[in-house]
């Protein structure tokens, strides 16, 4: 399968606990994108990267939430002292141009208890 | 700003049926993408279709046809003798003057047998 993979797919964590989630983009594919779901609501964005560059990050994210994407390849999201709030399908999605359609993982669900 | 307005939040139908979703976006650029992405129980947003501001053609695909209206600044998406198998959530998406894609809402569709 070569689409986008994403790891874990659900995370179970306490609240106050720091977790980190991975994304492996298509592997031609240079630009990266971070979104978040709630129930019932449509992808926010978080963050992208060209490359290894960070673009752009959303005025929404706190500085608990950092992401990297060392060499231009896999990227993580790590969150910190996580809190009930973060609880949402995080969505990690790849495409190969500026103006192209995003293609999406499966997601990983955080449930923070 | 950039804005989606996915007014319709569930739609209801029965097994061969024809179901239209609208789609209303705002920007001020003239150039500018629209997006359609399907996302099923499963949870993985399938992308459907990509149209940029200059080509008002509407396209057809099998069962499915997008009306693209500048006038309304609407991008409907219609299906024709629905299955079941097209019970899904549905977003409709935007990028314009940025490189990220900002979704709607999403309108959740259900096919009755």
């Known amino acids: 399968d070569t689409g986008v993979s994403q790891d874990p797919r659900h995370k179970i964590t306490k609240r106050g606990q720091n977790v980190t989630f991975r994304c492996d983009p298509i592997?031609?594919?240079?630009?990266l994108y971070w979104y978040r779901q709630t129930l019932g609501q449509g992808p926010e964005f978080l963050t992208y990267?060209?490359?290894?560059?960070?673009?752009?990050k959303s005025r929404l994210l706190s500085d608990r939430f950092s992401a990297e994407r060392p060499k231009g390849s896999f990227s993580t999201l790590e969150i910190q002292r996580t809190e009930q709030g973060d609880s949402a399908m995080y969505l990690c999605?790849?495409?190969?141009?500026?103006?192209?359609?995003?293609?999406f993982g499966e997601g990983s669900r955080l449930t923070v208890l | 700003a950039q804005k989606v307005t996915q007014a319709q939040t569930e739609i209801s139908v029965v097994e061969k049926e024809d179901v239209t979703l609208d789609c209303v976006y705002e920007?001020?650029?003239?150039?500018?993408?629209l997006f359609w992405y399907k996302q099923p129980p499963s949870g993985e947003l399938v992308f459907l279709i990509r149209?940029?501001?200059?080509?008002?053609q509407n396209e057809i695909s099998g069962r499915y046809s997008w009306n693209f209206q500048k006038s309304t600044s609407s991008f409907n998406f219609t299906i024709t003798a629905s299955q079941v198998v097209d019970s899904a959530v549905y977003f409709c998406?935007?990028?314009?003057?940025?490189?990220?894609?900002?979704f709607g809402t999403g309108t959740r569709l259900q096919v009755f047998p």
């Open positions: 149209r940029n501001s200059f080509d008002e």
């Open positions: 999605a790849s495409t190969p141009a500026a103006t192209g359609e995003l293609f």
């Open positions: 990267f060209q490359n290894e560059a960070q673009l752009e």
């Open positions: 920007t001020r650029d003239t150039t500018y993408y």
């Open positions: 592997s031609e594919h240079n630009r």
């Open positions: 998406a935007l990028r314009a003057g940025t490189d990220k894609l900002i």
